[in-house]
């Protein structure tokens, strides 16, 4: 009897890195996985699968997006896959619409957050109609926390009935092996930043932009109020061109800052910081805050739905109102005044990363909803999320 065949489709191959080849891997062992991507990921090659280059990018481009559907439409007639599985906005977009077209029999995607959240007037009904087009023209969807799977559902982006949610959230949980406390990494790292002493280190690590918060970050940094010395370290790309503006937000303070851009070793920055923040506009769930828990790192973060399922307020981080500098300033010197209660949420923080969002727990769940869509139990009863696994 010959084995499924599935492809996973995402636009840019850090995607796939960070987030997909675990499962990837996993998967491979049941069926006979194909990757549709712009660009072959730095991991592909050690994995079982089949790589398809295709022209999708994340920003919006007319014409281009228009060759990218046609050249999907034309692989998935070709390799007649069995289900067609999309990551990101844009990819999930193109990739359910050319599978619809191609007859292609399930269609799953991943929502991840929205885009449109934090726009305003005709831009937002656009994107959000955006994406009901593609809740639409899916089988079935995914949704990467509770808190957003009742979103999508209260804005009518797609009925309840059809969002599963994996576990307890994330997109791919954490790999527990990689994630961990290490002391050696955290004295390595200080000394490479230059931090003299044992003062606190907050650290913002991800895509510089302004969605994320860091203007409100750099501002709440500015005015801390510490009796030992306090350190902010910027580690991700820098999409926005934001390093000019953020240092002048953080004023005075801008000499205890470092930007670092983008590394291939996250994990040594959550072990040598002392708090992760996460300030964002917008998150479909933030996997960055469940992996610096499991790093023993605790969580300063906006209290919005995504967020909400990877910090317990108050056992493990703290929230603050979405762009509210005061309050995000006075989570940051709570902890800076106690680093006694910031090293307890440290360790609350990985207890319940250990406990919830082991990356296993996530891949054997993707695998077994892989297993009951191809046997044609595509829907759930009931009008509330589905939680699977």
């Known amino acids: ?25 996993r998967l491979a062992a049941d069926f006979e996985v194909a990757l549709a991507c712009n660009g072959r990921p730095r991991r592909a090659p050690s994995l079982n699968l089949a790589f398809h280059p295709v022209p999708v990018v994340r920003p919006i481009r007319p014409l281009g997006d228009v060759q990218a559907l046609l050249a999907l439409r034309r692989l998935f007639r070709r390799e007649r896959f069995d289900l067609v599985h999309s990551f990101t906005p844009k990819a999930g977009l193109l990739a359910m619409l050319a599978a619809r077209l191609a007859g292609v029999p399930r269609r799953l995607h991943t929502f991840t957050g929205q885009v449109w959240v934090t726009k305003r007037g005709p831009k ?27 979103f999508l559902a209260a804005e009518g982006v797609i009925d309840a009935a059809r969002i599963t949610v994996i576990g307890d ?27 003299e002493g044992g003062g606190m280190l907050f650290l913002f690590l991800g895509r510089l932009n302004r969605d994320k918060g860091v203007l409100e970050l750099a501002r709440a940094f500015s005015t801390l109020r510490a009796a030992e010395p306090v350190w902010l370290a910027f580690v991700g790309p ?23 851009g983008a590394t291939p070793a996250p994990e040594r920055f959550m072990a040598a910081a002392d708090a992760l923040c996460l300030p964002s506009h917008r998150e479909g769930f933030g996997s960055v805050i469940i992996e610096a828990a499991a790093c023993g790192c605790p969580g300063v973060a906006s209290r919005i739905y995504g967020i909400t399922d990877a910090v317990e307020e108050g056992r493990g981080g703290l929230l603050h109102p979405p762009g509210d500098v005061a309050a995000l300033r006075a989570c940051l010197e709570r902890l800076a005044a106690d680093r006694a209660f910031a090293a307890q949420l440290g360790r609350e923080a990985r207890e319940r990363a250990v406990r919830s ?33």
Request: a positive charge.
């Open 1 to 25: 009897m010959s084995r499924k065949r599935l492809c996973l489709v995402c636009a840019d191959p850090i995607t796939f890195d960070a987030f997909l080849a675990p499962h990837a891997a």
């Open 124 to 150: 937002r009904w656009l994107l959000r109609a955006l994406d009901r087009v593609l809740a639409g023209s899916a089988t079935q969807v995914l949704a990467d926390s509770a808190s957003q799977a009742r």
């Open 169 to 195: 959230g994330s997109i791919c949980g954490v790999d527990l092996a990689r994630f961990q406390p290490d002391p050696v990494a955290r004295a390595a790292v200080r000394a490479e930043l230059g931090i």
């Open 238 to 260: 820098d999409e926005g061109g934001m390093q000019a503006e953020l240092s002048q937000a953080l004023g005075a303070r801008v000499a205890q800052a470092r930007f670092v």
């Open 357 to 389: 969002f082991p990356q296993q727990r996530i891949t054997e769940g993707l695998a077994a909803l892989y297993h009951e869509l191809l046997q044609s139990k595509d829907r759930h009863g009931g009008d509330a999320p589905r939680k699977l696994g």
